[in-house]
């Protein structure tokens, strides 16, 4: 398996994205390739592909790092494997990417949300180091 960063916003790069996004949140989003030009022109936005032996992608993540008053952090976002190979090892290695990806920029942390409801996602940021934070977590919808 091997990871890629992600630096063309090609129409099968917006259908991959789009294909991971309804696994993700469990409806088609419409993702398009002008979307995907606009996350692409973030230089703090970082896509990466995963891709088994045969060439397939079989996951995505996005790696954000920014840097405020606290000090550069890292968000992981939009962390899905195919349902296909999901239980292989593959959603470990993605991770341990995103990890090792944040401290090569000097992010004092790496941050990620997971609904509850996803048992082994959540089992296995915890076998991986991650802590749960004491927050709550806040969210206005602005798009209406």
Same mark, same amino acid.
């Given at each position: 398996?091997?990871?890629?960063?992600?630096?063309?916003?090609?129409?099968?790069? !917006?259908? @991959?994205?789009?294909? #991971?996004?309804?696994?993700?949140? %469990?409806?088609? &989003? $419409?993702?398009?390739?002008?979307?995907?030009?606009?996350?692409?022109?973030? !230089?703090? @936005?970082?896509?990466? #592909?995963?891709?088994?032996?045969? %060439?397939?992608? &079989? $996951?995505?993540?996005?790696?954000?790092?920014?840097?405020?008053?606290?000090?550069?952090?890292?968000?992981?976002?939009?962390?899905?494997?195919?349902?296909?190979?999901?239980?292989?090892?593959?959603?470990?290695?993605?991770?341990?990417?995103?990890?090792?990806?944040?401290?090569?920029?000097?992010?004092?942390?790496?941050?990620?949300?997971?609904?509850?409801?996803?048992?082994?996602?959540?089992?296995?940021?915890?076998?991986?180091?991650?802590?749960?934070?004491?927050?709550?977590?806040?969210?206005?919808?602005?798009?209406?």
């Amino acid at each position: 398996m091997r990871i890629e960063r992600i630096n063309h916003g090609s129409p099968d790069t !917006a259908k @991959t994205v789009n294909g #991971f996004l309804q696994t993700l949140v %469990g409806k088609d &989003v $419409g993702f398009t390739r002008a979307q995907l030009e606009t996350v692409m022109a973030d !230089a703090n @936005t970082n896509l990466f #592909f995963a891709y088994d032996e045969a %060439g397939t992608v &079989v $996951g995505m993540i996005t790696v954000v790092v920014y840097e405020v008053i606290t000090g550069k952090k890292a968000w992981a976002e939009d962390f899905v494997v195919d349902d296909r190979v999901q239980g292989k090892g593959i959603g470990r290695i993605m991770m341990e990417h995103a990890i090792q990806f944040a401290k090569a920029q000097k992010a004092s942390a790496l941050m990620l949300t997971s609904r509850p409801s996803r048992l082994a996602a959540n089992g296995l940021y915890r076998k991986m180091g991650f802590e749960q934070k004491n927050t709550n977590v806040y969210q206005m919808n602005l798009s209406e």
